[in-house]
């Protein structure tokens, strides 16, 4: 980092630590994501002031990853030999799992702060670092010098990088590549990312030998026992029908978590950590290990069947977040996932998305996921409050923080002026910490003015990105069917399955909103209970087809109907708009099974 650059960021760091926030011209000097992780460590409460990490306690269920790891890191300690450098591994929650630091100079300053096995670097901990914020971005950094909050980590640029489980894509651990502050290079990262392959790689050999393995143990006990049995390890489970029906419901993570503690010794049985459930409860446990260490257990089950009709009701883990919205898509899937992590640590939250995308029912869902009162909400629409007048906004926010609700949702944010955005952050800047939960919606903007990006940054701590319709195609077809159930009250009514054909391929422009306003009017217009493509509005008959169409069919098809959409139907001004005669644009609807005498449009 050059030394105006070093500057630069250390007047930042110091402004930040002493008043709390940053003036713009201040936060220009910082990187995005270096002053993201500052706000989030700001706000978990990091012991900046610490000299040294803190004793979290030796994770042994990350002995896959050490393992794993171990050739390959020990190799680039070697190929680092004469440098100032070292490599550190942590697990998924920033616990130090072991360091490879051939220089001795290096080797001090790790144990001057206590970087060693089982010592905690995540960013709740010890502040932006080369670990834990690795974690919390779920991508690679590098964190030079003033960069890093906690005075005691200045000395370091830190390189470090995810790894992912190879076939679950969860997160494993972080690797880091520390050096002295002033030797970082760009050229590091590339270097560690393919450090991480290899080590994913490993992890992908190891697992299929540590399958395997449990799965002939597995084989073996089924054939000795009577009892129920099943083989577990920490991202397997090998159990018959009847132990998965028993075990439905169930937190297999937990589950691991419990039955490793037991095959290590340290809870017996009788603790069952909660597992117990009327008929279900855990007998024995034997430790399946390889190369000294534990990767799965044998377990049998007792099972009570004197109450054989009585439910199972588990306890075995603390409750999760859960948000509940239509659709299995990858893509929603995602979006889930990070709203429930952003929302279990309470930071605030910014969703950005399309019109109509569903923000505004993804942050309600948020809120209702940790348990916050949906009357204790308070509810900020800055498209309802707009005003050219900064007033009307920031005193509403003003009154609604004075009585003190569980939650803030902040809509339309994209709606404010400039003054009300620059405003209202100031004002969310001096909540203390009994400040309510926030989640804030916005259109998603391509740059959105000085006075609103401030807002932005403030409520855009943890930060997710609804996908349109368009882009979430799985999803099209579970949340039409959920309006027609919002919306039916007591009368029966289904689409058929040529409808829903119709629905799931139309292109939604005005994604949810778009379609609750078509399903709300096909509920006033159907006749009987079956909703078929005859009854849907002109421009959705268009997408039912008897194939499925090629991306450049669907992008020809799309292209035709856009144009007689913008032509009102007319097909001679249509065709030569897209530059093909009108017997050529028959020919293409006649072959998409499209009628084209019939008006769409």
């Known amino acids: 980092m050059p030394m105006r650059s070093v500057n630069a960021v250390d007047a930042a760091r110091e402004y930040l630590l002493s008043e709390g926030d940053l003036p713009d011209h201040l936060a220009r000097s910082v990187r995005p994501d270096v002053l993201k992780s500052w706000r989030r460590s700001l706000l978990s409460g990091a012991q900046l002031a610490s000299p040294t990490l803190v004793f979290k306690g030796e994770h042994h269920a990350r002995a896959a990853l050490r393992i794993a790891a171990d050739p390959v890191l020990s190799h680039l300690a070697d190929q680092l030999s004469g440098l100032s450098a070292g490599v550190l591994l942590a697990d998924r929650d920033a616990t130090l799992v072991h360091r490879w630091v051939p220089d001795p ?56 990088v995810p790894v992912h489980h190879p076939i679950t894509r969860r997160l494993e651990g972080v690797i880091t590549l520390s050096c002295q502050a002033m030797s970082g290079n760009p050229l590091l990262t590339p270097l560690m990312t393919a450090t991480a392959q290899e080590v994913e790689s490993r992890l992908l050999a190891q697992a299929s030998t540590n399958e395997r393995q449990l799965l002939d143990e597995y084989l073996v006990a089924i054939g000795s026992r009577r009892a129920p049995v099943a083989a577990i390890g920490q991202d397997i489970c090998i159990a018959g029908p009847k132990v998965t029906e028993l075990l439905e419901g169930v937190d297999r993570a937990a589950l691991w978590e419990y039955v490793r503690a037991v095959a290590l010794g340290t809870k017996t049985a009788e603790d069952q950590y909660g597992l117990s459930a009327g008929r279900l409860s855990i007998g024995r446990c034997k430790p399946v290990e390889r190369d000294g260490f534990v990767i799965g257990a044998l377990v049998e089950f007792a099972v009570d069947r004197t109450t054989p009709d009585e439910p199972v009701h588990h306890q075995a883990h603390l409750p999760k977040p859960t948000v509940t919205l239509p659709g299995k898509s990858a893509a929603l899937a995602r979006v889930i996932a990070q709203s429930t992590r952003f929302a279990t640590k309470g930071v605030p ?104 990006r401030r807002l932005i940054d403030t409520v855009g701590v943890g930060r997710v990105s609804l996908p349109p319709l368009r882009d979430r195609r799985d999803d099209i077809g579970p949340t039409a069917i959920a309006l027609l159930n919002k919306h039916r009250g007591n009368r029966q009514a289904y689409f058929s399955s040529a409808a829903l054909r119709c629905l799931m391929r139309a292109p939604w422009p005005g994604n949810l909103r778009q379609m609750e306003a078509t399903i709300r009017g096909l509920l006033s217009t159907a006749i009987g209970p079956e909703i078929g493509p005859d009854a849907l509005p002109a421009e959705l008959q268009g997408n039912t087809r008897k194939r499925d169409l090629s991306a450049i069919e669907e992008l020809e098809l799309g292209a035709i109907l856009e144009a007689l959409r913008r032509h009102d139907g007319n097909k001679v001004a249509a065709a030569q708009s897209i530059g093909i005669s009108r017997s050529t644009l028959y020919r293409k609807l006649q072959a998409y099974h499209i009628d084209p005498d019939k008006q769409y449009f």
């Open 105 to 160: 100079v290096m080797n001090r300053m790790f144990d001057r702060i206590h970087a060693e096995t089982g010592f905690d670097n995540s960013e709740e901990s010890i502040g932006t670092n080369g670990l834990g914020s690795v974690i919390e971005q779920d991508g690679p950094i590098q964190i030079s010098g003033p960069e890093h909050l906690a005075d005691a980590l200045r000395p370091f640029t830190c390189v470090g």
């Open 349 to 452: 939250i910014l969703i950005e998305g399309e019109p109509g995308v569903g923000k505004f029912a993804l942050a309600r869902a948020v809120l209702a996921s940790v348990g916050v009162d949906q009357e204790k909400v308070a509810v900020l629409d800055a498209a309802a409050l707009w005003s050219d007048e900064t007033t009307p906004f920031v005193a509403v926010l003003r009154r609604e923080l004075e009585l003190q609700p569980d939650a803030l949702l902040l809509r339309h944010l994209d709606a404010l002026t400039p003054e009300a955005a620059s405003a209202a952050a100031a004002l969310l800047d001096r909540l203390d910490e009994n400040t309510p939960r926030i989640v804030a919606t916005l259109t998603t903007a391509d740059s959105p003015a000085p006075g609103l």
